[in-house]
């Protein structure tokens, strides 16, 4: 079985400044990672993926993570924060990608501060 | 592309009765659609997977009598609620994972915007 643990339900950071939200897993073999987000009364957008290749992933609205198989982590960044990436965010695993259903982390609520 | 839908948006229903919320894939076939329910400020939890033409997979502690789940086609799964009582109300997710063409990733699933359960 595989898990996920955000540190951090709620992360605050100031307009400009860096965006981390910190993702940990467990998973018995090499896993797929997601990262989405959610705004208020509306479903997920996926952010980025990781299955296989290169570590470093990008995504959409200047989003990246790096997969890190030594620390089981996948953490979320953006060089600078947008009043506009306020929105709860997921990490999410699977064994197979989109062949199975996802397991999630907590969510880290992501609050800008202008 | 790769647009999922979900109808209703919100649903308000007295306790005893049953809802049917439907899941739709707009422009792409999706054998299997996964059903979740996220609670107030928590996360998503998997209840089943559904595969089409044959009978769905609950995750354990989901009572399959309480939800049904049928995916009569390629593009449409539906999950009913069958008595529903207050604890029941919750935001019912769905996700449908492509399987073939267009410009999407095969290896992704793609969310619907959710449904709204109030059970009164």
């Known amino acids: 079985a595989q898990s996920v643990t955000q540190l951090g339900s709620h992360v605050s950071v100031s307009e400009g400044a860096l965006v981390l939200l910190r993702c940990n897993y467990s998973?018995?073999?090499?896993?797929?990672l997601f990262w989405y987000v959610q705004y208020p009364n509306q479903g997920l957008q996926l952010l980025l993926k990781?299955?296989?290749?290169?570590?470093l992933v990008k995504g959409i609205n200047g989003f990246e993570a790096e997969f890190k198989k030594s620390e089981t982590s996948f953490h979320l960044t953006k060089p600078s924060a947008h009043m506009s990436d306020a929105a709860e965010y997921f990490c999410?695993?699977?064994?197979?990608?989109?062949?199975?259903?996802?397991?999630f982390g907590k969510g880290t609520h992501l609050i800008i501060q202008p | 592309g790769a647009v999922v839908s979900q109808h209703p948006s919100r649903v308000i229903c007295k306790s005893g009765t049953s809802v049917k919320i439907e899941c739709r894939s707009l422009?792409?076939?999706?054998?299997?659609m996964f059903w979740y329910r996220q609670f107030p400020k928590k996360s998503l939890m998997l209840m089943a997977t559904?595969?089409?033409?044959?009978?769905?997979?609950?995750e354990q502690g989901v009572e399959k009598d309480k939800f049904l789940i049928n995916h009569a086609s390629l593009t449409l799964s539906t999950l009913t609620v069958t008595s529903a009582h207050p604890e029941d109300s919750s935001f019912y997710i769905c996700?449908?994972?492509?399987?073939?063409?267009?410009?999407?990733?095969?290896?992704?699933?793609?969310f619907g915007p959710g449904t709204r359960l109030t059970v009164l």
């Open positions: 998973s018995s073999v090499p896993p797929y």
């Open positions: 422009d792409f076939q999706a054998t299997t």
């Open positions: 559904s595969n089409e033409g044959s009978k769905a997979t609950y």
């Open positions: 996700s449908a994972r492509v399987i073939s063409g267009s410009l999407v990733s095969v290896d992704e699933q793609f």
């Open positions: 990781y299955t296989t290749g290169a570590t």
């Open positions: 999410a695993v699977s064994l197979r990608g989109g062949a199975d259903g996802l397991t």
